[in-house]
């Protein structure tokens, strides 16, 4: 007898573009969504929720709906047609915020806080970090990400295309 | 120069008041009374913007770059809420007409966002403006920098004089001791002072003396002979004079050492057992433990080690100079000449040399933890056969750290040599220019060896006083660290007039709101009665609020919003002693303290008479498997002891909790572990003591509940449900469900058995 595979049992219900439409309000997206079963429901607000949020941004995107019940999931988002791939990376965007690190001014360690200026993307930024070892967390090979004191995130995208003397002052944490 | 100048340029961000908000927006570009404003940062397009939301009694206006861009008017809206992001949060509101998004703003204005919104949504429950519960800003008063969660002071501005002046007060009590250290220190040192000076008669006396020489080989010995045993015996004893000085020196340190060490350990663990859950859920345990071991040691080393250390080197380095240069100033100045060249390298290089060790550190400290890992988990991977995979992770862990090892050691054994070197370079100089001297005769050998070992003794503290900044700046994190636990306020106080009293077990709940985190409530507005004796079984999904109804009972937290009453009486208004004193707890996690089983039963009870003990474990249904253990009840559990089935810990507790005859009985999923008849016998046991004690209980599993007088049902920190089971089961909402999913359960288990 055939045994029965766990993925005969558990099914991923996906977004695909027959089975949902997005629409961009102002700051936030609604869904129109038909499940498997044919149902139709619209969703006021949806949020998004990355599940490899470092690994495959774009890919395995939950979308929740107000009481954070999954309601389908994104396999890619490239898979869902521009128009609503230009939506949902948007929303991505707005709910992740991260500022992009281009360069390091200045990296002080001081009674267990480090202190650090950084050229970003949005500007020149000054932030405390907390327990840096900790809250300086490598990805794979190439990227990095810090974390604050408030909870705000800053994103080396590359450390390899940093310039020396940015590197020289994180080269402890890495 | 440049780099310099531009650390100085330092932008303060400042959280901004609502006052200095409002005076930034044109008049009239909002209506009604004000409750609040705050700051935010970002547009809805997640673009930086300079925005500001002002909170009024008539509605939410946001502005951006001081033109109005959104705005809710109160009626309009049925909810306000704050959502945390993933580095941002924003500010939503529940219209007639769907959700509105009012501003998005990065981490920064979190908290005053959340608070914000806190704040409108008391207003809206109870008509009143109010800083709710731990409202108060934590902002520098000095500075206006956001103080980062845990910190009661901002480190900038800890004033370090007063820090250290407040630290040195801790070891008054030991000042004698340390003073005697100083003494000895010095009587030591004076004693290695004279050292190189009877070496230098020894030599220039006896050994290198033409004079002494022609004396003994003429026959005249004896006198020379004896002078020279003379000298040799007196460097015997200077040298057992130093040791002897350096023991009692180190003794007189270790009494005022440990003693301090003992006072400090106590201070702080002390203060760390007063704070609150609140307060102490801020910091993890380890954080804890390190300051109570190891940042007091750095206090207590400062102490009795680095201060008396200051002193000695200081008066040490100023008398060797003065020595030498009353004997040959041009010689002091050849030593002192490379001093600061030395000094500065000393300092740099020393600087590289922490880095480098700290990652190799870092290295063998993550090579540990990779193989704690893996022990810990030894189980799971032998059963997916995963020794390869792991022999690679430590494989990994270990050469990076060895490569590290490696690097380090190649580059200090390149530097270091130089640093002495250099460091010593003055040495050098001196030999040269004695050297001449020599020659021309206007020196001897023994003045030459003196002043070398006078420059040695100076290279003493020149060397210490290159460790000095890294040692200061260690000691001020650890005071800081120290410090701000021994000022934390208490955030939980008693009362003033705090009342002690026998409590008769009436329980009230009245319109109770509370978040562990700003803007988040897990519970909102539940109103609850229970009269003495009645048993309230608490039902809901995890996450619904139960748990917190009963810190909050147990007045671990004081309630953001409303009041909750024993007896009529406030909670604020009871000595926190005597309430707990007259609660039995059984927690969700139960823990079982090192010691045998009658300690922990008796752990709240010291003193308990066995009979009484015996009984408590009799009703929790947990004497039956003490009886079988070897030792009884005198067998030890608790971490390093004997092994207890999740059951039979639960059972302990249970026991613990009834030993003090508890007027209120709190049972946080108590009887979980246990299997259902037993769990069935000691629900008949607690059905008998119910009877004049006020108990709540959580449990998932309905059953547990059957003897309860009402049930509430809890649905997102709302009470949405209370009544009998009977009367829950007729109206047919979240309750009914619950137990109808249960019976389904049950009525498949038998036949599964089949």
């Known amino acids: 007898m055939e045994s029965t595979k766990l993925k005969d049992v558990i099914t991923i219900q996906y977004v695909t573009p027959d089975n949902a439409v997005f629409t961009e309000k102002e700051g936030f997206l609604s869904l129109k969504f038909k499940t498997s079963d044919g149902e139709e429901k619209e969703y006021p607000r949806v949020k998004l929720q990355r599940n490899f949020p470092n690994e495959t941004p774009e890919q395995f995107v939950s979308v929740l709906d107000k009481e954070d019940e999954e309601i389908a999931m994104i396999r890619d988002v490239s898979e869902l047609g521009d128009a609503a791939a230009g939506m949902i990376r948007r929303e991505l965007a707005r ?35 907390r327990d840096t070892y900790r809250n300086f967390r490598k990805i794979g090979t190439d990227r990095a990400t810090v974390s604050d004191v408030d909870g705000n995130r800053y994103e080396i995208s590359s450390l390899s295309g940093l310039d020396r003397a940015s590197m020289k002052k994180i080269e402890l944490y890495i | 120069m440049k780099f310099l100048k531009f650390r100085k340029k330092k932008t303060v961000r400042k959280a901004k008041k609502p006052s200095q908000i409002i005076a930034s927006l044109p008049d009239g570009a909002f209506s009604g009374e004000l409750i609040t404003a705050f700051s935010y940062d970002l547009d809805l397009d997640g673009a930086t913007a300079d925005g500001s939301v002002v909170i009024t009694e008539d509605g939410v206006f946001a502005f951006e770059g001081g033109s109005p861009v959104r705005s809710v008017l109160l009626s309009d809206a049925d909810e306000f809420e704050y959502h945390p992001l993933v580095g941002a949060c924003e500010m939503c509101a529940e219209t007639k007409d769907g959700p509105v998004v009012i501003c998005r703003s990065s981490c920064t204005n979190a908290e005053t966002m959340a608070k914000g919104v806190r704040r409108l949504t008391r207003f809206r429950e109870t008509g009143k403006n109010v800083e709710a519960d731990g409202d108060s800003s934590r902002v520098c008063p000095k500075c206006g920098r956001r103080l980062r969660p845990g910190m009661t002071s901002c480190i900038k501005c800890a004033n370090r ?36 000076y009877v070496n230098r008669l020894l030599v220039d006396g006896y050994i290198d003396n033409e004079a002494a020489r022609s004396s003994v080989l003429g026959g005249d010995g004896g006198a020379v002979f004896r002078g020279f045993l003379l000298t040799v015996l007196l460097m015997a004893a200077l040298g057992l004079s130093t040791y002897l000085f350096r023991s009692l020196r180190n003794l007189s340190v270790m009494e005022a050492s440990c003693g301090l060490i003992v006072d400090l350990r106590r201070l702080v663990f002390d203060k760390i057992e007063k704070m609150s859950v609140k307060t102490l859920s801020r910091r993890t345990s380890g954080e804890l433990m390190r300051t109570v071991t190891w940042d007091t040691a750095q206090i207590e080393r400062f102490i009795t080690t680095d201060v008396p250390n200051l002193i000695q080197q200081t008066l040490l380095l100023v008398a060797v100079t003065v020595i030498i240069c009353l004997k040959d100033p041009i010689l002091a100045l050849l030593i002192i000449v490379p001093v600061p060249l030395g000094f500065i390298v000393g300092v740099k290089v020393g600087s590289k040399f922490r880095r480098m060790y700290d990652k190799q550190w870092r290295a063998g400290s993550f090579s540990g933890s990779v193989l704690h890992d893996i022990f810990s988990g030894i189980r799971v991977v032998k059963a997916y056969r995963t020794e390869k995979k792991e022999e690679a992770r430590y494989d990994d862990a270990i050469v990076k750290e060895r490569d590290i090892e490696m690097k380090n050691e190649t580059v200090f054994n390149l530097i270091d040599p130089i640093l002495s070197f250099v460091l010593n370079l003055g040495t050098v100089l001196l030999l040269l220019y004695s050297g001449f001297k020599i020659i021309s005769g206007a020196m001897t050998l023994g003045e030459v060896m003196m002043y070398t070992s006078y420059a040695g003794l100076l290279y003493g503290p020149l060397g210490w006083m290159t460790r000095l900044p890294r040692m200061l700046s260690r000691t001020i994190t650890s005071l800081v660290k120290i410090f701000d636990i021994i000022d934390e306020t208490e955030d939980i106080p008693d009362a003033e007039a705090a009342r002690e009293v026998a409590v008769r077990g009436e329980v009230e709940f009245d319109n109770v709101s509370f978040g562990y985190d700003e803007g988040i409530d897990v519970l909102k507005g539940v109103s609850l009665k229970v009269k003495p004796g009645e048993m309230v079984g608490i039902v809901g999904k995890s996450g619904a609020g139960k748990s917190t109804m009963i810190n909050l009972l147990m007045r671990l937290y004081d309630p953001g919003g409303g009041s909750i009453r024993i007896d009529g009486v406030d909670l604020r208004d009871l000595s926190q002693h005597s309430l707990r004193s007259q609660m039995g707890v059984v927690l969700q996690e139960t823990f079982l303290f090192h010691g045998t089983v009658y300690d922990n039963i008796a752990y709240a009870s010291p003193g308990a008479s066995r009979e009484a003990v015996i009984t408590a474990a009799k009703a929790a249904g947990a004497h039956k498997f003490i009886v079988k253990l070897t030792d009884g009840y005198d067998t030890v559990i608790g971490e390093r002891g004997h092994t207890l089935s999740g059951g039979e810990r639960q059972r302990v507790a249970i026991a613990r909790a009834l030993l003090h005859d508890p007027k209120i009985l709190i049972l946080d999923e108590a009887t979980s572990s246990l299997d259902t008849e037993t769990e069935h016998d000691i629900q008949e046991t607690l059905a008998r003591l119910t009877e004049d004690r006020t108990t709540f209980a959580i449990a998932h599993r309905l059953s547990t509940l059957r003897n309860a007088t009402f049930l509430i049902v809890l649905d997102k920190g709302k009470l949405v449900e209370s009544g009998t089971h009977e009367e829950l089961m007729r109206q047919g909402g979240i309750y009914h469900g619950l137990v109808m999913a249960q019976r389904q359960m049950s009525r498949i288990a038998p036949a599964k058995q089949n």
């Not at chain 1, 650090?116 to 020149?124: I, K």
């Not at chain 2, 801790?170 to 010095?186: E, T």
């Open chain 2, 161 to 196: 004089a007063s820090l250290v002046k407040r630290v040195l007060k801790l070891g008054l009590p030991y000042k004698k001791w340390i003073i005697i250290s100083v003494i000895l220190f010095f009587a030591g040192f004076a004693v290695s002072l004279l050292g190189p």
């Open chain 1, 95 to 129: 709910r992740y915020f991260v500022f992009t690190i281009k360069k390091i001014l200045y990296v002080n360690q001081k009674f267990g806080y480090s202190q650090w200026r950084v050229m970003t993307d949005e500007g020149e930024r000054e932030f405390t970090v």
